[in-house]
């Protein structure tokens, strides 16, 4: 009778573990709902209409995804939303599909497509794959993210569009042509940005700096009567909550590659708020448990006229510095956010556009700024990391962010494989009584001795013509074992192991040596049976992983020991 009720609360115990806890909401976290909802107005609608989205579906974005994301994620602060890095690949997606980025219906389609991937990618467990995306790929990336952002906004801030292939010459463009600047527009940019320093120079008004600055210059414009573009010469922001809008399907086959491309830049930005914003209650994040929240977040989001969404740093970092404890402040800020635009929706139309360009120049500077270090730090690594930051900030910044992603996934991979086929080893050990003692493999073996090698890789095929060459020579091999220990190698090894092997044993046995393989794990195993290298090795050349650490090694060096005793009384009977 006992046994039901201890097997339902082992149930609910698991169900608790995998579904997320809301806890009870705090003051600060309406306080922290209410900054980051207002903050959402300026920054959402800037983003879109950097990338030539109507500035409402950038507004609408930190609605329904706000509320869904924040009710299921698994790193409880993340503030899922618009960022510009989604909001310029959303913009190349659908350019180069040769579809109207201000259509609802094509929008509504990639959101809810970048959704179902955001999903499938959970599905499958694929969150391991961000830790192979190397930190100089995403330096390089975030920093040519931040310059986009930058040239982004440069005509609302002075009235001049920078024209050019790309946006380093657009910079230049722009630089070049100061006197075609408009001198209102320009003005009330760096007015902006100066009640934005002047703001953060008091402690308490820091995490509201941008509000205080869009409020006060747009104030300051309407009294002037200032003649620079406002929000409403760009579309008008309706007094209502979003609508229903369903997706045209026949864009499916146009998107497909595009989705995936949105739903890898929000899943890679939002892959860094967990280590940085840990969970106030003491829970884990889960990289799959956030990749699901923001595929719910894009699915139904996508079907209420928001842009495709992500995690993001910035809107997470504001509602942290404004006081947020539990995910209730994500919930607060995308519900506030709404009762703001139902409620106060025509006073947004006013805000200047200088003054949206303005706090943007300030956004892209910061993030400019905050990756100073990461900057440097790959700077100083090697010049392999240098090299791929420099290659992904260019290609940020002078191809269609969907390449740039794919190309800064190769890089990281190459990256990978050159610093592990780099790092392969072979180690020597001997013993000094009960202890083992490293050191550099000699050059070649000697005649009747025992050497004892350690393999220190992955065994990537790239990485084998390295080890190869440091292989003892074998040519006075007379009597000599080499045992090479193999634990911790991948189950799944190349192919090129067993080739690099079966070469060095048929030289050894040429020259009257012997190779022992110690510590082989069962996928090596099995390799080495099915290519038939355990009969070239011979009877008791292969020592699986079994038993304590140094326990294979024990039995190898027990084998080797019984063999040479063997060849030497074998020679012994022919001695006179």
């Known amino acids: 009778m006992t046994s039901e009720p201890a ?27 209410f900054v980051t909802g207002l903050f959402s107005i300026p920054e959402g609608m800037a983003y879109a209409s950097i990338a030539g989205f109507n500035p409402v579906a950038g507004l609408y974005a930190g609605v329904v995804p706000a509320i869904v994301g924040s009710l299921t994620s698994r790193t409880v602060l993340m503030v899922t939303t618009l960022t510009s890095a989604i909001a310029l690949t959303s913009q190349s997606v659908l350019s180069d599909a040769g579809l109207d980025p201000k259509n609802a219906g094509n929008i509504a389609t990639l959101t809810v497509m970048a959704g179902v991937v955001m999903l499938l990618m959970a599905v499958l467990r694929l969150g391991v794959v961000m830790s192979f995306v190397s930190n100089a790929v995403m330096t390089g990336f975030s920093t040519g993210i ?22 380093l010459h657009q910079l230049g463009d722009w630089l070049v042509h100061i006197g075609q600047w408009q ?36 104030v ?32 499916v086959p146009q998107l497909l590659g595009g989705a995936v491309a949105v739903a890898l830049v929000g899943l890679a930005q939002a892959a860094g708020i967990g280590p940085s914003v840990p969970n106030p209650d003491g829970s ?65 139309e006013h805000i200047p556009m200088p ?36 290659l992904t900030f260019l290609a940020t910044t002078q191809l269609p962010l969907q390449q740039a992603i794919v190309l800064g996934a190769v890089l990281s991979l190459l990256l990978y494989c050159a610093q592990a086929a780099r790092r392969a080893r072979l180690v020597a050990l001997t013993r000094d009584g009960s202890d083992w003692l490293t050191g550099e493999p000699p050059a070649k073996l000697t005649p ?32 000599a074992v080499l045992i090479l220990v193999m634990r911790g190698v991948p189950d799944v090894p190349s192919s090129t192991v067993v080739t690099v092997l079966r070469r060095y044993v048929r030289d050894l046995d040429a020259h009257g040596g012997r190779l022992i393989l110690a510590g082989v794990e069962p996928g090596l195993v099995r390799l ?17 992983a079994e038993g304590a650490l140094l326990a294979p090694l024990e039995r190898a060096l027990a084998e080797a020991e019984t063999w040479i005793a063997g060849r030497d009384t074998s020679s012994g009977c022919g001695t006179p």
């Open 7 to 33: 097997h339902d609360d082992d149930r609910r115990s698991k169900l608790r573990r995998h579904l997320p806890h809301l806890g009870r909401p705090t003051p600060s976290d309406a306080g922290s709902g």
């Open 146 to 167: 931040a310059l986009q952002i930058i040239t982004g906004v440069l005509k609302d801030a002075t009235g001049y569009r920078p024209q050019g292939h790309n946006r």
């Open 183 to 218: 001198l209102a527009a320009t003005l009330v940019a760096v007015a902006t940005i100066a009640v934005w320093a002047l703001s953060r120079l008091v402690r308490r008004l820091e995490t509201v700096a941008l509000l205080i600055a869009m409020v006060v210059a747009s």
């Open 220 to 251: 300051a414009v309407a009294a002037l009567g200032t003649d620079v573009e406002l929000v409403r010469d760009i579309a008008g922001i309706p007094g209502a909550l979003p609508g229903f809008t369903a997706p045209d399907l026949s864009a």
């Open 284 to 348: 884990r994040s889960s990289v799959n448990g956030d990749f699901a929240a923001q595929g719910l977040a894009n699915v139904a989001g996508g079907l209420f006229q928001s842009l495709p969404s992500g995690g993001s740093l910035s809107r997470t970092g504001v509602a942290v510095s404004a006081g947020a404890r539990t995910r209730w402040a994500g919930i607060f800020s995308g519900i506030l956010l709404a009762v703001i635009v139902l409620v106060c929706g025509s006073l947004a």
């Open 355 to 390: 003054v949206i360009g303005g706090l943007i120049l300030v956004v892209g500077g910061e993030l400019i700024w905050g990756k100073r270090h990461d900057i440097v730090l790959v700077l100083r690594t090697s010049w392999m990391s240098a090299g791929a930051m420099l």
């Open 448 to 479: 009747g001795e025992i050497t004892v090698l350690h393999y220190d890789g992955v065994s990537f095929f790239a990485e084998m013509s390295r080890i190869e060459a440091m292989l003892p020579r074998s040519d006075d091999a007379r009597g």
């Open 528 to 544: 080495l049976t099915a290519t038939g290298l355990d009969h070239d090795l011979g009877p008791g050349g292969v020592v699986p």
